[in-house]
């Protein structure tokens, strides 16, 4: 009779246990999903700024910062992304919708990061990562820019 007990609640266990893998994974298809859906909706946004005169004249011209920068933050404000932002070939940013803000990238160096790494390269990204601010969990979605001279925009959305 004991023996039958311990088989019955040793069973018993490892249903439960596979009952809660199994709401485990479903779980985490819904958050991946989730985040999927999320981050498509922002797909678009590094393409269309890195062909956009607005924000990119300040590669050619530092005189139009202020106007990329104007342009960028409405954009960004406009569309919910977290930011956005031009960087140089050499990966400086030179233009960013946080201009503004005590967290502003304007002219920080992010040719060390993997986003921009896709982007000088002349490929379109999609990385999940960390956004230029360490704390900020985020997905980067760089677009190239190649004439006349190669450049990076960086979309961020923020996963919170």
């Known amino acids: 009779m004991l023996a039958a007990a311990v088989f019955a ?3 018993v266990e ?3 246990e596979a009952s809660s893998d199994a709401r485990a994974r479903e ?3 819904l958050y991946r999903e989730t985040l999927l859906r999320e981050l498509e909706k922002f797909r678009y946004l590094p ?3 890195a062909r ?3 924000a990119t004249a300040v590669l050619d011209d530092p005189g139009e910062a202020d106007a990329a920068n104007l342009f960028l ?3 960004a404000a406009a569309t919910g992304a977290e930011a956005l932002f031009v960087m140089n070939a050499k990966g400086r940013t030179v233009a960013a919708s946080n201009f503004d803000t005590a967290s502003s990238f304007m002219g920080r160096n992010y040719a060390f990061r993997p986003y921009f790494q896709t982007a000088i390269s ?3 990204g999609n990385s999940s990562q960390s956004a230029p601010q360490p704390a900020s969990p985020a997905s980067s979605l760089p677009a190239p820019r190649r ?3 190669p450049s990076a925009v960086w979309s961020s959305s923020r996963w919170t």
Do not use: I
Request: proline residues 8%.
């Open 122 to 124: 002349g490929a379109r």
């Open 147 to 149: 004439r006349p001279h």
């Open 52 to 54: 956009d005169p607005r």
């Open 47 to 49: 393409y269309l700024v």
């Open 14 to 16: 490892r249903q439960s």
């Open 73 to 75: 933050k409405e954009l």
């Open 27 to 29: 779980r985490l298809t």
């Open 9 to 11: 609640a040793d069973w």
